[in-house]
């Protein structure tokens, strides 16, 4: 078995960088951990947890916006890797013994019911929400040689706290470490003035009902984070006035 699937992952990379895509998409969900702990390494108060996972999260921005067109069942059957739908046909998984990839897509409200098919790169994309935030909060950082964009650390926490809230009543282990991640996360960036901000001032602009869910899922886990960014009334933001 590879040590922490970092070669594997690392060959994962390399390939969508070789097809001219991988800097059009997104690394996003547990793979991001050691990520901002290589970007806040130097800080010698950094509690950043840096926990690998056996599957990546790739998002596609929407609209699909691709430099150049490519076949990811074929660049990861190279790999070893096979296509897995799901049953409903929602999206495709692609399978490997030692790692899986999923490829997901920010539903803008429009309450896809199957997989959105990006067919720039052929792959059946799962529809999720909130995640469209990560388009225009993001960082390209380095991984092993390679550059990849993953969601400014602030951003990463402030969805971890929505999705934490709703699978809260039928998965609760990943509602738990949903939360755990985002409460490591968030209160060390209290701790740094710039990053501090930058957490209020997106938070801030979120619609009212996304305030509300990262509240309750604060008030009875982080004194800290709850009197920093909820201690105020919600008021509409510009997109709700």
Not at 29 to 53: E, N, Q
Not at 147 to 169: D, Q
Request: with cysteine.
């Amino acid at each position: 078995m590879l040590k922490n699937n970092d070669d594997l992952v690392r060959s994962v990379f390399v390939e969508l960088d070789r097809a001219g895509i991988l800097r059009d998409m997104y690394l996003i969900g547990g793979w991001c951990l050691p990520l901002y702990f290589d970007m806040f390494k130097d800080d010698d108060a950094c509690t950043i947890s840096v926990i690998r996972t056996m599957d990546i999260d790739l998002m596609i921005p929407n609209p699909p916006k691709f430099a150049k067109c490519a076949d990811i069942s074929s660049i990861l059957g190279k790999l070893g890797f096979i296509i897995v739908r799901d049953p409903l046909h929602k999206y495709a998984k692609y399978m490997h013994e030692e790692l899986e990839i999923e490829f997901l897509i920010p539903d803008k409200g429009k309450g896809y019911n199957k997989g959105y098919s990006v067919k720039d790169i052929n792959v059946l994309a799962q529809p999720l929400r909130y995640i469209s935030l990560i388009q225009d909060h993001n960082v390209l950082v380095d991984f092993k040689g390679l550059k990849v964009r993953i969601p400014s650390p602030e951003v990463f926490v402030l969805i971890k706290l929505i999705v934490s809230r709703k699978r809260a009543k039928n998965k609760k282990v990943k509602s738990k470490r949903d939360l755990s991640v985002a409460l490591n996360i968030g209160e060390y960036l209290l701790t740094r003035l710039e990053n501090r901000e930058k957490l209020k001032n997106i938070y801030n602009s979120l619609p009212k009902g996304w305030k509300k869910e990262i509240n309750l899922a604060l008030e009875c886990s982080s004194e800290k984070l709850y009197e920093f960014l909820c201690l105020e009334p919600l008021c509409p933001t510009k997109y709700e006035k």
